[in-house]
């Protein structure tokens, strides 16, 4: 027990040392402008150099991901009927499957599906 904390707090002081000597190490003393602005061939930039965002494209792309999600979540429901009760699994299944049909009726009716309006 004692060598387990003794290796514990021994992590603990040297993460903390490294931690310190890299934020100290790291710091710019010097602030300079020009090193600051993004670099166009040399001249100053004529206009912002972030591109506007598409709040549609970010919409879209997380309904994306969150029915990807729910379709690995499917996947070990196939994997586990053999092993599991037959009512029980077709119930939970059932259950899940009209969670995500709810869902996806929800957005299809808010318009969030529509790439143009």
Request: charged content about 10%; glycine content about 2%; hydrophobic content about 55%.
């Amino acid at each position: 027990m004692m060598i387990m904390f003794s290796s514990a707090s021994f992590i603990i002081i040297l993460s903390t040392i490294v931690m310190s000597l890299a934020s100290i190490l790291s710091k710019k003393s010097i602030i300079d402008r020009e090193k600051s602005s993004p670099f166009e061939c040399g001249f100053d930039p004529k206009s912002s150099s972030r591109l506007p965002f598409s709040l549609r494209f970010f919409l879209i792309a997380v309904i994306f991901l969150i029915f990807d999600v729910e379709i690995a979540l499917l996947l070990p429901l196939i994997l586990i009927l053999p092993l599991s009760n037959p009512s029980l699994w077709f119930s939970v299944s059932s259950f899940f499957l009209v969670i995500l049909l709810v869902g996806l009726y929800h957005e299809w009716n808010q318009g969030a599906l529509n790439w143009a309006h």
